[in-house]
T-cell receptor
């Protein structure tokens, strides 16, 4: 069972380069999320998509854009990478009624030099 | 003040010990509560949801105190495999915005 799949798993960029992190889920979930996790900061929500066709800002959206391509896929784009965006990025999805825990992908470790 | 606060630890306990973690949250309108477990360099995984009446799953017991705005996790008979970081998580009404605590690190020693 794939669950939530993120690509790539590791990436090194130079300051100013752009890249897109990909995320796909096969659980037919409506909601998808992008987080970053930094030492001592916990996970912080960057953007989320409550349903196909909608996206909303989270706690730390600056410097990022997202696209909910279809129900399965939710991508995160860094247009001009900065060293402050060095982090571990997690994609998650959730679905169903009532309490909705989230299922996470393996993460993308991104370093910006 | 952080919205969800946890003691970062580490809590170093021997195998077989009982250990408890607390977490406090600031938003009184929060509706849903969870404990997640995260192993080193891995993704967070749901450990258990936390219900108002308290709930138990094997060696794990979660409690919610809405009046004092804290959540607890009790682990009985600790195993080496329980060593991980435990994340307290609180959600808004819609369940879309999860707020994570910084995590409490547990190390269970032989």
């Amino acid at each position: 069972n794939a669950g939530v799949t993120q690509t790539p798993k590791f990436q090194v960029l130079k300051t100013g380069q752009s890249m897109t992190l990909q995320c796909a889920q096969d659980m037919n979930h409506n909601s998808m999320y992008w987080y970053r996790q930094d030492p001592g900061m916990g996970l912080r929500l960057i953007y989320y998509s409550a349903s196909e066709g909608t996206t909303d800002k989270g706690e730390v959206p600056n410097g990022y854009n997202v696209s909910r391509l279809n129900k399965r896929e939710f991508s995160l784009r860094l247009e001009s990478a900065a060293p402050s965006q060095t982090s571990v990025y997690f994609c998650a999805s959730s679905g169903g009624q009532g309490i909705k825990p989230q299922h996470f992908g393996d993460g993308t470790r991104l370093s910006i030099l | 003040r952080k919205e969800v606060e946890q003691d970062p630890g580490p809590f170093n306990v021997p195998e077989g010990a009982t250990v408890a973690f607390n977490c406090t949250y600031s938003n009184s309108a929060s509706q849903s509560f969870f404990w997640y477990r995260q192993d080193c360099r891995k993704e967070p995984k749901l450990l258990m949801s936390v219900y108002s009446s308290g709930n138990e799953d094997g060696r794990f017991t979660a409690q919610l105190n809405r009046a004092s705005q804290y959540i607890s996790l009790l682990i009985r008979d600790s195993k080496l495999s329980d060593s991980a970081t435990y994340l307290c998580v609180v959600s808004d009404n819609a369940g879309n915005m999860l707020t994570f605590g910084g995590g409490t690190r547990l190390m269970v020693k032989p």
